[in-house]
Structures are given as structure tokens and as C-alpha cells.
């Protein structure tokens, strides 16, 4: 068996096996350590065949496909490897649409194999028969639908090509469950090239030049983190890079992390609810240097006022981005890690001292108006703010932090102080509820020996809460933050804000979340108390197994600054 | 920042609503014509012809599409097109950087040949041919652009036109290079 399934022998002998025992192979070829998933019908001979594999790959049960496919995005995210979801024909299917649709906006590596009905049956409406393909085309990087068991490890290595490469993405391969009975000649060989795929452009010299020259003229440079530093692991050559132009650098929710937030240069967040600073001075910057970031409606606000003074240079992996959303006066596609490499020996140190200073005074205000009353508040309730400042303290900086979708995603990207790259774990692009508890599972998994905190609404909570069974069930020692306000808070926010405070619908009577919690044997406690705050935190941090917090946070807190929907970066309110 | 007078009109260029022809080359694949027609689905543009067909290489094909949309919407979605994996390459032209013909068909009774030669003489007049004589109806045959096919199509109407079909624009760019030349091109390029 060794040499059919050693990931550094590219080619292997032959062996003759079912369809089906040939994904599993094929898998393991690719080094597959982890697949989670949910059996059914039309995928139960693969799940027969995985049978004899236990010992050489971990299989994790979830409770409901969606979280197979967050949780496989949040082990994809924290490894830098592909994930890997089974899923059977029809509902199954189905229930991983969200998750592929999050994985494609967020560009993250899954691959998804999902069973089908016999080909004699595909288009008679058999039993959970769905049109996987079909409704899966709009959401995925690629897909497939294998109807004879020789195809299986050529279509299996191109998927893991494809959604690794480039910009990553999810790849569905769907499997009839004939191909899958069926005997077949197994061989596997690792795909490094599709003809009709370039997934990472040469970088232009010209481009180059002319991005330098820009840089190098430019007063007021800013330069913009987004996931592609990550993606192509180009963070310390953007720190060098920064730190030789003295550029000033600001991050989308999806680059945080990438540099460490104490950096004298790292001058916060953008965006609707992104810090005062570089919103504004977005607006003043003469020289504009996005990388890896693809000008998002909540990063940019109303485009038509959006840097317009600035010369703009975007560096991105995928040429669609260029001149999407905001016109590249210097498009330069390629590799961010390439690019940065390239572009360093060209740029001349700089020291832009007054302009640095512009930021470190507005920050001045948004620190007195906004984070001291939100990290250090005298409000009879706790704040969300000075919760996350526990666990950023109690943590050191050191945890993977995985955020569901709402006002708390916006406080931990707002005041957890991140210190190593990948450790930011959220549904940016989709703005998936619900994604953050099978995420952080997914990332436990993925990275056993890093502390694991999932900070969730009391909404999306229970979007995915059955995914404790998981937890339960595999032991997977995850900390688990609910801060419940008792509503849908961001969705209240905006009523309050835009709709003249009619809360239509989102006020919740919410479950005992510790008795939930304690029904699958996960100790927690509930605090509602300030003074009980830090100690509730340290134990959570200490406990050896899962852990569920709950705190009980005030009602109506609104997150600020913001920009309100549809305003310009420059129209950043402070209350 | 004010914008220029050249700004501007770049601008209003952008933004005027015509036809564009997109020639994609792409590998003979189920399921990608979907893939195709997504793209625009999403964007609410209207597909006003489409055609697909093997290219002179083997299992090449060439997917020839017109669509009315405005500059800036097409170059957009031309990137698009080609971030498709099974794509290897998508152009995009205006009317004057081709050649292109569409092909259309009209029935009609074979009666209104038997009486005169009027509706013989529309026939050839018109660069159409006749292409089968049947018992009871005719088909006529014409090559060339729309506004030349529904022209012979208004002027057969006081016949009886029983029915009429009109082909995809299918089209060539006016460049020298072949196929198969330009995808080595583009192989040696990345
Ligand atoms: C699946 C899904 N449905 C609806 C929404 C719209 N939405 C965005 S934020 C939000 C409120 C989230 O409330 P909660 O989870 O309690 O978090 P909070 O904002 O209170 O921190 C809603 C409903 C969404 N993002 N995702």
C-alpha cells in the first residue's frame, strides 16, 4: 500500500480497485490527512471504501453539511493546505452550497466530492438526484461530474491544481454512484498544468517600473492588505517592503493578520466599519498600492468619491479584479509575493514623516471618542469591546480567532491585536451567519497546538449550533465566545441608524445556551457582571476541553466609526 | 478631482450601449456553454446570438457571442470569460474589426413560384439561392448580415412567408494568424 499513497512518489504502480476506493486513494496521494462529511446513498461506497482507511486518514462527522463545508474552510484557511468535503447526491449537496458559495467570495481551497444518482438515472428526478453541477457552476473556481470510474484520479488531481493554485477556490467533483462501483486500473499522478489555465500571470517589467517610479514620486503612499499577502504568504516581504518607504499600510477583514497589529506602520482597518484614519486619509493618500485586495462595496464606500486624487496600483493574481471596481492607473498582476519581491530593490527608503503623522493624530481621536469608551467602558453592561480586549490580553495575541458574521465580527477585527499571520478566521465576502462555529472547529482540527476562540452572535450561534455535537463527539477542544445582546444586533444597528429605530424582527428570546452546551457535555458559564469578566475568560483559556462563554453584553451598543452604506470613505461617522 | 474634457468623453464612450462580438476559443467541454451564459445571466445582459462550433483544430471550440452592452460592462466580462478554467482565450470586437455573416432560411409555399417569376426574380436579386423545392413549400437560403437577411424577409412577407429562421453571427477577425498559431502563442506567453 505505501507506494500507492506516498504523496512524494508522483507516480505509482498500478493496482486494480473500485471507483470508489480510488477516491480515497487519490486523496491520500494528494496528502489528505482530513476529510469532513456526511454519508448518504448515493456516496456510501466511498464511505465503504473509507472503511479500510481509517487508519491513514481522519474522517469527521459533522452534523449538517454547511458546517462540513465551514469547518473545512476554517482547516484550509489556518493550514494553507486544500480542504476536503463528502457530501451524498440531493440534500446533501446542497446543504454545501453556502459553504462553496463563501469559500468562492473568500477564495479559499476545497475540494468537495459529492455523490450522485446512477448515470442510467441522472435527469429522470431519481431519488435525491440534484443537478449538482448546475447549481454549483455560479459558486465554484471548477467543476465536474464523473460518470466513468477511469476518470477519477486525473479529475481528482486537477481539482486539488485548480483550487490550490492561482486564486484558490472551491471545486466540486460529482461522483455517479455507478463510477464509483465500478473496477478500474488505479495510477495517480499530480497535475501541475492545464492548458488551458495560467493561474499565475508573468509580471510585466514595464508595470513594474512605472509602480516604482509612482511609489518612489509619491508624498502621501498608502498601501492596502487584503488576503492575498496571505494567500501567496508575501507577509514579510511586505513588511521589508513598508518598512523601506516608511508606507503607511491599512487592512481589509480578510488581510487582517498578515501584519502584526503592534507594527509602527499597520494603521488599522478599512471600511465601513474600519478605523478613522486610514478611511479618511484614503481620501488624501496621492498614491494608492492595493494588494491582493479586490476594492469590496464595504472596503470602498460610493466609488465615485472613493481616492479619486489618488494614482492608483493594484497588484493582483487575477486580471478580472483589475479595473472591477476602481480603475488601476498601474495594474500589476501577478503573485503578490512575486510582485513585492520584484518591486522592493526598486523602491528608495523614505521617510514621509508628516504624513505618518496625519494618521497617528486622527487615530488620536478615534481613540478618545470611540476605543477607550469601547475597551474601557463605564457602562452598566459589558461592552463587546472590552471583552475581546480580555481575550486579546489573556491570549497574548497568540490564538486563531474565528468570527461569525455581525457587530461582534466587526469589534474582534477591530480590537484583537493579532501577532502571527493566518490567525484571522472570518466569512468576509459572503457574510455567511452561522459560518463561525464549524469554522473554528474545522481550524481546531487543522492546527491542534494553537489556541482556537470562535466569537459569535447569539444569532448566528444558532445558525450551526448542532455542530457542538461534532465538537462533542471528537472532543475538539475549541473555545467557544457567544456575546449576546439579545438581538440581531448589526441588523438592529442599522434600524436604530436608517430606519428610525423600527426594530422589525430582530429582537430574540434566546435559549439557556450553557444547559445546550452542557447537553453535549461542553462545560460553560454566563457571565453578566463586569467584575466576573476576567476570571470567566482565564478559565474558558484554561479549560482543557471545549469551553462555552457566554456573555451577556448591553443591548443597544452600536459599533463605531462607521461609514453608512452607499456614503464615501471621507463621511466616516464617529457616533 | 475635476475631470477633463477627454475624461469625459472617454467616459460617455464607455457607457453607450452597442453591440460587441466575443470570439472564445475554449475546450470542448459539457457544461461550459452554462458556464458561458452565467456570467452574462448575472449581469442582466442579454445574449442576442450565440454560436458554437469545433474550431480547424481538433477539440477547440469556438464559442461566437453578440451582445448590446456598454464598454466598460464588456471588458469586464470578457476577464471573466477567461478566468474560466476550460477557456483559453476570449476576444472581444467591435462590428468593423470583423468579418462576420449569419445565415437565415425562409419557407415559403411553393405556389408563389409557380405563379410569375416575381418571387424568383426577389430571390436572386437578393444573393439568396434556393435550397430545396418541395411539393408544397420552398426554402430559401441567404447569407449575410441582419439587416440584409430581414430585408428579403419584409419583401417575401406578401407571399406567405410560412416560416423563417436566422442563424448566430459567426465571424473572423481580420488578423493573419491562425488557431492553432495563436494558441501557441499564448502557451509561449505564460
Ligand atoms: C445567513 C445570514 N442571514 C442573514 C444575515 C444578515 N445579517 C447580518 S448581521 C446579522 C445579525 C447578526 O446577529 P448576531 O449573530 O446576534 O450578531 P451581532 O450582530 O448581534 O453581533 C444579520 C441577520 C447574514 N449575514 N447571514
Redesign the interface.
Known amino acids: 500500500m505505501e507506494t500507492l499513497v506516498n504523496e512524494k512518489q508522483i507516480t505509482t504502480a498500478k493496482k486494480t480497485m473500485s471507483g470508489a476506493e480510488a477516491v480515497i486513494c487519490s486523496l491520500l496521494a494528494e496528502g489528505v490527512e482530513t476529510i469532513f462529511g456526511y454519508p448518504g446513498g448515493a456516496i456510501m461506497p466511498i464511505y465503504d471504501a473509507l472503511y479500510d482507511y481509517m487508519d491513514q486518514v481522519n474522517h469527521i462527522l459533522v452534523r449538517h453539511e454547511q458546517g462540513a463545508m465551514h469547518a473545512a474552510q476554517g482547516f484550509a484557511r489556518v493550514r494553507k493546505e486544500v480542504g476536503v468535503v463528502f457530501a451524498t447526491s440531493g440534500p446533501g449537496a446542497t446543504n454545501l452550497i453556502t459553504g462553496i458559495a463563501d469559500a468562492h467570495t473568500d477564495s479559499t481551497p476545497i475540494v468537495c466530492i459529492t455523490g450522485q444518482v446512477p448515470s442510467s438515472l441522472l435527469g429522470t428526478d431519481a431519488f435525491q438526484e440534484t443537478d449538482v453541477i448546475g447549481i454549483s457552476m455560479p459558486v465554484t473556481k471548477w467543476n465536474h461530474q464523473i460518470t466513468d470510474a477511469r476518470e477519477i484520479p486525473e479529475i481528482i488531481a486537477k481539482a486539488f491544481y485548480i483550487a490550490k493554485s492561482g486564486r484558490p477556490g472551491p471545486v466540486v467533483i460529482d461522483i455517479t454512484k455507478d463510477a464509483q462501483f465500478a473496477s478500474m486500473e488505479f495510477e495517480y499522478q499530480k497535475c501541475s498544468k492545464i492548458r488551458t489555465y495560467h493561474p499565475v500571470p508573468k509580471i510585466k517589467e514595464e508595470q513594474l517600473q512605472q509602480a516604482a517610479s509612482l511609489i518612489n514620486k509619491s508624498e502621501r503612499p498608502f498601501l492596502l492588505v487584503g488576503q492575498g499577502i496571505l494567500i501567496s504568504e508575501a507577509q514579510d516581504i511586505l513588511r521589508s517592503f513598508i518598512e523601506k518607504a516608511n508606507i503607511p499600510a491599512a487592512w481589509t477583514i480578510l488581510g487582517l493578520s498578515a501584519l502584526e497589529n503592534s507594527h509602527p506602520l499597520n494603521v488599522g482597518m478599512l471600511g465601513m466599519h474600519g478605523n478613522y484614519a486610514p478611511n479618511l486619509l484614503t481620501n488624501e493618500c496621492d498614491v494608492l498600492i492595493a494588494v491582493g485586495m479586490r476594492f469590496d462595496d464595504r472596503v470602498t464606500g460610493d466609488l465615485t468619491k472613493y481616492a479619486r486624487q489618488a494614482k492608483v496600483i493594484h497588484i493582483d493574481i487575477d486580471p478580472s479584479e483589475i479595473d472591477k471596481n476602481v480603475k488601476a492607473d498601474v495594474p500589476l498582476i501577478g503573485d503578490a509575493k512575486q510582485v513585492l519581491e520584484a518591486l522592493l530593490p526598486l523602491v528608495s527608503k523614505k521617510r514621509h514623516g508628516p504624513w505618518l503623522k496625519r494618521f497617528k493624530d486622527l487615530h488620536k481621536i478615534e481613540v478618545e471618542k470611540v476605543i477607550t469608551p469601547a475597551l474601557y467602558p463605564q457602562t452598566p453592561g459589558i461592552l463587546m469591546g472590552e471583552v475581546i480586549r480580555h481575550i486579546s490580553e489573556a491570549t497574548k495575541g497568540e490564538a486563531i480567532i474565528v468570527t461569525d458574521v455581525g457587530q461582534h465580527q466587526m469589534v474582534t477585527s477591530r480590537y484583537y491585536n493579532f501577532k502571527h499571520p493566518h490567525s484571522n478566521v472570518t466569512s468576509g465576502g459572503l457574510g455567511t451567519m452561522g459560518f463561525a462555529l464549524p469554522a473554528a472547529m474545522g481550524a481546531k482540527v487543522g492546527m491542534p497546538e494553537r489556541p482556537v476562540v470562535a466569537i459569535i452572535g447569539d444569532g448566528g450561534f444558532q445558525m450551526t449550533l448542532q455542530e457542538l455535537g461534532t465538537i462533542f463527539q471528537y472532543e475538539i477542544p475549541v473555545k467557544i465566545v457567544i456575546l449576546n445582546n439579545g438581538f440581531l444586533g448589526m441588523v438592529r444597528q442599522w434600524q436604530q441608524m436608517f430606519f428610525e429605530r423600527r426594530y422589525s424582527f430582530t429582537e430574540m428570546k434566546n435559549p439557556d445556551f450553557i444547559a445546550i452546551a452542557g447537553g453535549f457535555s461542553i462545560q460553560g458559564q454566563k457571565v453578566s457582571d463586569r467584575k466576573h469578566l476576567v476570571a470567566a475568560v482565564k478559565e474558558m483559556l484554561g479549560h482543557p476541553a471545549a469551553y462555552l462563554l457566554e456573555v451577556v453584553v448591553e443591548k443597544e451598543e452600536n459599533v463605531f466609526p462607521m461609514i453608512p452604506s452607499g456614503a464615501a470613505v471621507d463621511d466616516i461617522r464617529m457616533e | 478631482?475635476n475631470k477633463t474634457k477627454i475624461e469625459e468623453e472617454v467616459t460617455a464612450d464607455n457607457q453607450e450601449l452597442r453591440s460587441f462580438n466575443l470570439s472564445i476559443l475554449?475546450?470542448n467541454k459539457s457544461?461550459l456553454l452554462?458556464?458561458v451564459t452565467?456570467i452574462f445571466t448575472?449581469r442582466k445582459i442579454n445574449i442576442e446570438s450565440i454560436n458554437v462550433s469545433e474550431t480547424e483544430v481538433e477539440g477547440v471550440s469556438r464559442y461566437t457571442i453578440v451582445i448590446k452592452t456598454t464598454r466598460e460592462q464588456v471588458?469586464?466580462v470578457v476577464?471573466?470569460i477567461?478566468?474560466l478554467?476550460?477557456?483559453?482565450w476570449a476576444f472581444v470586437y467591435e462590428s468593423d474589426e470583423i468579418f462576420y455573416q449569419e445565415i437565415a432560411l425562409y419557407k415559403v409555399p411553393t405556389k408563389v413560384f409557380l405563379n410569375g417569376e416575381k418571387a424568383e426574380h426577389l430571390v436572386r436579386n437578393n444573393g439568396a439561392r434556393i435550397l430545396v423545392i418541395e411539393e408544397d413549400f420552398i426554402i430559401i437560403e441567404k447569407t449575410g448580415h441582419q439587416n440584409e437577411t430581414k430585408d428579403l424577409l419584409e419583401k417575401l412577407k406578401p407571399y406567405g412567408v410560412l416560416e423563417f429562421v436566422r442563424s448566430g453571427r459567426i465571424a473572423m477577425s481580420k488578423s493573419m494568424r491562425g488557431t492553432e498559431l495563436f494558441l501557441q502563442e499564448l502557451?509561449n506567453?505564460?
Open positions: 478631482m475554449t475546450e457544461g452554462n458556464a452565467i448575472r471588458d469586464k476577464k471573466r477567461r478566468k478554467i476550460d477557456v483559453f502557451h506567453h505564460y
